[in-house]
C-alpha cells in the first residue's frame, strides 16, 4: 500500500506592500489616539480647558455632569446692567454655555463686545461645581435642621459608611464652617466680572 503523498506548500510570493488604504487606517487610528490624548498632555493654561472634554475619553468622566452660573453684564453704562440672556441667545447657547464649553464662551463674548462699539465693556461671571464635586458630602449641601453645625447630608451619605457624621464632616472640610467649606470644595470661579473682556480681547 503507498503512503499518500505530502501536498507540496505553495511557493510564498513577495511580500505584501503598503497601500494607501493602509495608511488611511494608520491615520484614522492615530488620529481617535492623538485627539483624546490632547486633553489629557497639551491642555490650555485657561481655567475653562478642564471643562472641556469634547475630544477625550469621558466614559466615567464626572466633567460631564458640572454645570456652571454664567451671567453677563453691560458695565458700559453705570451701574453696570445684567444682559438677558434668554433675550439674546438661542437656549442651545446658553446650555453650552453652562458648560463652560470655551469657543462657545468666546464667541458669545466676541458678539456682545462686537454690538457695544469700540467702547464697550462686557464682563463675564462663571461660577462652576468642580468636576469632584460628585465625590464630596458637602457638595450635597449645608443644611442643618437639627442646629448641630453637622449638614444633614453627613447623616445619609454613603461616604461617610465608616464613620459618624461629624467625623465625615471634619474629615472633609477640617476646621472650617460649612458655608465656607461649600464655597471652597463645590464652587470654582472660572470667569471674574472684575475684568473688562472686551479689552481682554483687543490686547490679545
Known amino acids: 500500500m503507498s503512503e499518500p503523498e505530502t501536498p507540496e506548500r505553495p511557493a510564498e510570493g513577495p511580500p505584501r506592500r503598503w ?23 497639551g491642555r490650555s493654561d485657561s481655567p475653562l480647558a478642564r471643562y472641556d472634554e ?52 468666546d464667541k458669545v463674548l466676541d458678539k456682545f463686545c462686537a454690538d457695544g462699539g469700540p467702547d464697550a465693556d462686557i464682563r463675564i461671571s462663571m461660577i462652576c461645581t468642580p468636576p469632584d464635586s460628585s465625590t464630596k458630602t458637602i457638595c450635597d449641601g449645608v443644611r442643618d435642621r437639627d442646629g448641630d453645625g453637622i449638614p444633614d447630608a453627613y447623616g445619609t451619605s454613603h461616604y461617610c459608611d465608616d464613620m459618624d457624621p461629624a467625623a465625615c464632616f471634619a474629615s472633609e472640610c477640617g476646621e472650617r464652617s460649612a458655608a ?24 490679545i
Open 19 to 41: 497601500t494607501w488604504r493602509d495608511g488611511l487606517i494608520a491615520a484614522v487610528v492615530l488620529a481617535n489616539i492623538a485627539l483624546p490624548l490632547s486633553y489629557y498632555v
Open 54 to 105: 469634547r475630544f477625550a475619553w469621558r466614559m466615567f468622566s464626572p466633567v460631564r455632569i458640572a454645570r456652571c452660573q454664567v451671567d453677563l453684564f453691560d458695565a458700559g453704562q453705570a451701574p453696570a446692567q445684567k444682559i438677558g440672556l434668554t433675550r439674546e441667545l438661542h437656549v442651545v447657547w446658553i446650555n453650552l454655555l453652562k458648560r463652560a464649553r470655551p469657543a462657545v464662551v
Open 180 to 203: 465656607a467649606c461649600y464655597a471652597e470644595l463645590c464652587r470654582a470661579t472660572l470667569l471674574d466680572r472684575d475684568r473688562n473682556q472686551c479689552r481682554d480681547r483687543e490686547a
